[in-house]
């Protein structure tokens, strides 16, 4: 049985619907990272920040009032007619809501406490529903009116949205639901970002995924949602593979066994073989050790026949608990784009990794994209890969 992806919504730092991303996901020289100096103290940083105007939540809603949530409404809004044509006749207990997100709106946490350090009176109108992790599936619950509904968040670091859209996957696949909408949001917080600058794992300068003097990461926000049903379209969830290998808290394995495995799994899962791959978005954060491992893993895995392959957290920045969900986005997209593009990689390479195809300006155009793999490693070794096949016409 197959599971299909029928409709996407889509807001990041390139732009605050699918077409607009595409756009700039597609033109050289183009990304969404911007300069801040709020969020760490004394200290400029390279964020990813989604600078479009967000919709208003319903007043009667306003208890679920954050940014975060304000995201998931600008993703599902681009949805939300679609929904209605294959929710309708549907019982409300067989419409799921899988979510995920990394800060959920730890930002309006951080807010309210400082204000409140501050000397100001504490916010009437704050709820505790914006500092759960939670949050977000309860409100977009709450917003269709789908009382009966299992909704629930997963939240396993940079895996989690990626995970997200597979937990919906096995929900149909087990005549548990017959419609879900799946996918994630996270929102800038001064949490993260000065979590990853106590680890100095923050780039000085604009990421650059598997380039010689890549030095950390940026950080991003957005949010992407999927209405994931058996209703034949354009593009299904082949298959996903899924490992845990527990190597450390925060560093990668280097001997990548978790992230060959997820890969491998993948692929059998999917009925394919590594050289039907036509397209790997990377997880590539421009970590040393991290895009280290990673090539490793996808030597191991290809072999001599590496499909093309690029990072594009250089563009959005680390979307940590959306970044999966974003990036299977962007395989979605290039597999229904009528130019036949690819994201491009940035451009310097290191030596180390110059055997791998990545996608360059003189390469991306690929007329039959029918295979991708999208690659999400997280914290503690906590791996996932997913692959999108194109329905046969």
Same mark, same amino acid.
């Given at each position: 049985?197959?599971?299909?992806?029928?409709?996407?919504?889509?807001? #990041?730092?390139?732009?605050?619907?699918?077409?607009?991303?595409?756009?700039?996901?597609?033109?050289?020289?183009?990304?969404?990272?911007?300069?801040?100096?709020?969020?760490?103290?004394?200290?400029?940083?390279?964020?990813?920040?989604?600078?479009?105007?967000?919709?208003?939540?319903?007043?009667?809603?306003?208890?679920?009032?954050?940014?975060?949530?304000?995201?998931?409404?600008?993703?599902?809004?681009?949805?939300?007619?679609?929904?209605?044509?294959?929710?309708?006749?549907?019982?409300?207990?067989?419409?799921?809501?899988?979510?995920?997100?990394?800060?959920?709106?730890?930002?309006?946490?951080?807010?309210?406490?400082?204000?409140?350090?501050?000397?100001?009176?504490?916010?009437?109108?704050?709820?505790?529903?914006?500092?759960?992790?939670?949050?977000?599936?309860?409100?977009?619950?709450?917003?269709?009116?789908?009382?009966?509904?299992?909704?629930? /968040?997963?939240?396993?670091?940079?895996?989690?949205?990626?995970?997200?859209?597979?937990?919906?996957?096995?929900?149909?696949?087990?005549?548990?639901?017959?419609?879900?909408?799946?996918?994630?949001?996270?929102?800038?917080?001064?949490?993260?970002?000065?979590?990853?600058?106590?680890?100095?794992?923050?780039?000085?300068?604009?990421?650059?995924?598997?380039?010689?003097?890549?030095?950390?990461?940026?950080?991003?926000?957005?949010?992407?949602?999927?209405?994931?049903?058996?209703?034949?379209?354009?593009?299904?969830?082949?298959?996903?593979?899924? /490992?845990?290998?527990?190597?450390?808290?925060?560093?990668?394995?280097?001997?990548?066994?978790?992230?060959?495995?997820?890969?491998?799994?993948?692929?059998?899962?999917?009925?394919?073989?590594?050289?039907?791959?036509?397209?790997?978005?990377?997880?590539?954060?421009?970590?040393?050790?991290?895009?280290?491992?990673?090539?490793?893993?996808?030597?191991?895995?290809?072999?001599?026949?590496?499909?093309?392959?690029?990072?594009?957290?250089?563009?959005?920045?680390?979307?940590?608990?959306?970044?999966?969900? #974003?990036?299977?986005?962007?395989?979605?997209?290039?597999?229904?784009?009528?130019?036949?593009?690819?994201?491009?990689?940035?451009?310097?390479?290191?030596?180390?990794?110059?055997?791998?195809?990545?996608? /360059?300006?003189?390469?991306?155009?690929?007329?039959?994209?029918?295979?991708?793999?999208?690659?999400?490693?997280?914290?503690?070794?906590?791996?996932?890969?997913?692959?999108?096949?194109?329905?046969?016409?």
């Amino acid at each position: 049985m197959k599971v299909y992806l029928n409709s996407l919504g889509l807001i #990041n730092p390139l732009g605050c619907d699918k077409d607009s991303v595409w756009q700039s996901l597609t033109s050289l020289g183009s990304n969404g990272l911007v300069i801040d100096r709020e969020l760490v103290p004394e200290k400029a940083v390279y964020v990813g920040k989604v600078l479009g105007a967000l919709v208003d939540l319903p007043v009667h809603l306003s208890r679920y009032n954050n940014r975060n949530n304000r995201l998931l409404l600008a993703a599902f809004k681009q949805i939300e007619s679609d929904y209605q044509l294959l929710a309708n006749g549907l019982a409300g207990n067989r419409i799921a809501i899988i979510l995920s997100t990394s800060t959920g709106a730890m930002d309006d946490a951080e807010k309210q406490l400082a204000d409140i350090i501050d000397g100001a009176d504490p916010d009437t109108e704050y709820h505790f529903l914006n500092q759960e992790i939670g949050g977000g599936d309860s409100f977009l619950a709450d917003y269709l009116n789908l009382t009966e509904s299992m909704h629930y /968040t997963v939240s396993t670091a940079c895996s989690s949205s990626a995970k997200a859209l597979i937990a919906g996957k096995r929900l149909l696949e087990n005549d548990m639901a017959d419609l879900v909408i799946a996918g994630g949001a996270d929102s800038l917080c001064k949490l993260t970002l000065n979590g990853f600058n106590a680890l100095e794992s923050l780039s000085k300068e604009k990421c650059r995924p598997f380039a010689e003097d890549r030095d950390g990461i940026n950080i991003g926000e957005g949010a992407a949602l999927y209405l994931l049903s058996k209703q034949k379209s354009e593009v299904y969830l082949a298959g996903a593979g899924e /490992t845990s290998d527990a190597y450390h808290m925060s560093a990668p394995d280097p001997e990548a066994k978790g992230a060959i495995d997820a890969m491998q799994q993948a692929v059998a899962r999917a009925g394919l073989t590594p050289e039907d791959i036509d397209y790997l978005n990377l997880h590539g954060t421009a970590t040393a050790k991290n895009d280290e491992m990673e090539a490793k893993a996808v030597q191991e895995v290809f072999q001599d026949n590496s499909p093309l392959i690029s990072s594009t957290k250089h563009l959005t920045g680390h979307m940590l608990g959306a970044a999966g969900v #974003n990036e299977i986005a962007f395989c979605w997209l290039a597999m229904q784009s009528k130019d036949h593009l690819l994201p491009v990689n940035q451009p310097a390479i290191a030596a180390e990794f110059e055997s791998l195809n990545f996608v /360059t300006p003189g390469n991306r155009k690929n007329a039959n994209i029918r295979h991708c793999m999208s690659n999400s490693f997280a914290f503690g070794g906590n791996n996932i890969s997913v692959i999108l096949s194109k329905e046969d016409s």
